[in-house]
């Protein structure tokens, strides 16, 4: 098949020992008791502040009442603790465990990304300018972010991965994703828009193997580990450094452009921008398809939720789950679309829909068509 890459090569990765596993496996399961047992006791304590009150209509009402509530500094220290150790932990943190394997596995990185350059399947653009928005947020708490080490893209993988339950397919939020693509949509060409570590990429091509599938990101050392990621998987991915404000792709290009949790990671000022970029690549009739964070119109809910993007540095989530991306795309000019429920999502956690009154966050699926 014309997406077969020949000479796998061996995938790129740590030794992850019981000691790491038995700390992630720690840490995720504080972060499912704050969402399981914390989050509803704070609620419950919200809603005894609120008493007969008239309850808050607006976020700042909500929060004048949270801030007094020892429930939520134990929940919000929880939310910001857990993934402080995640990452910055000097001894199973997922950024030590990668960079004590710098002088192992950088020049192997580096050798295959050398090899991808001379194939033409890898682009790299030393003299790109990163936005600031970029290159000036330790997204996740990732400290430096993800564009300056030579492991950030295995450091950023393995904080995806230890998120989930070790028996779990952390690649299960692209088939989900991948599901709600009309049955009509062509697939000759694909872009994932934000590539970060390949996986996306990579399970488009286990149900669209006919695809030729291109991935773009602002970040070498991702796009370094996304190609050697694929070559380890025996697929052909093309890849390029480049600001997606500015792709250097013609008009009318692409099939499908997917997504998975990039919009938060953009500014308000740059987001029509990058969109507009996105429809003049996409071939009229294509689908620009994704999964975000959305808001609900509950006061308690969205303060809660706000507060938890700046505790997890993402100052740019808070306005991304409240913007009208409807508006936005109907104002650049696509003729179909659809932001609704991630419902599909919902449906595969269990815990994520309850029936105890307590009011949840949500998802949004992106179904847009040009």
């Not at 919200?46 to 007094?68: C, T």
Request: one cysteine or more; a negative charge; aromatic letters at 10%.
């Amino acid at each position: 098949m014309g997406n077969r890459s020949n000479q796998p090569v061996d995938l790129v990765g740590i030794e992850e020992t019981r000691s790491f596993h038995a700390f992630h496996t720690f840490l995720r399961q504080a972060k499912v008791y704050a969402e399981s047992d914390l989050y509803p006791d704070l609620y419950r304590a919200y809603e005894r502040a609120v008493g007969g009150e008239r309850r808050p209509s607006s976020v700042a009402g909500a929060n004048a009442i949270l801030d007094d509530l020892p429930e939520y500094q134990l929940y919000a220290w929880l939310f910001r603790n857990s993934q402080q150790l995640k990452y910055n932990n000097p001894d199973w943190g997922v950024v030590a465990a990668a960079r004590r394997e710098t002088e192992r596995l950088a020049p192997k990185l580096e050798a295959i990304a050398a090899e991808g350059i001379r194939r033409g399947e890898l682009r790299l653009d030393p003299a790109l300018r990163i936005p600031d928005y970029f290159s000036l947020v330790d997204f996740h708490q990732h400290p430096g972010g993800v564009w300056q080490h030579p492991l950030d893209g295995l450091a950023y993988d393995l904080a995806r991965r230890t998120t989930i339950a070790a028996h779990s397919d952390p690649n299960d939020i692209y088939r989900l994703i991948f599901s709600y693509l009309p049955p009509d949509a062509a697939t000759g060409r694909v872009l994932d828009w934000g590539i970060g570590h390949g996986d996306g990429a990579l399970t488009w091509l286990e149900s669209h193997p006919e695809s030729e599938v291109h991935g773009v990101d602002l970040s070498a050392p991702c796009l370094k580990y996304a190609y050697a990621k694929a070559r380890a998987h025996g697929v052909k991915v093309l890849l390029s450094q480049q600001d997606l404000e500015h792709l250097d792709y013609p008009d009318d290009h692409f099939d499908v452009v997917f997504f998975c949790f990039m919009l938060h990671e953009i500014p308000p000022a740059a987001t029509e921008p990058l969109l507009r970029e996105a429809h003049r690549v996409l071939k009229r009739g294509g689908v620009f398809l994704g999964m975000e964070l959305g808001a609900t119109a509950d006061p308690f809910q969205t303060a809660v939720q706000d507060a938890n993007c700046f505790l997890n540095n993402e100052p740019f989530m808070a306005a991304c789950a409240h913007a009208d991306y409807a508006a936005i795309f109907k104002r650049i000019g696509y003729r179909h679309v659809h932001v609704g429920t991630f419902g599909k999502l919902q449906e595969s956690k269990p815990g994520a829909t309850t029936t105890d009154g307590v009011p949840r966050g949500r998802h949004d699926i992106f179904v847009i068509r040009k």
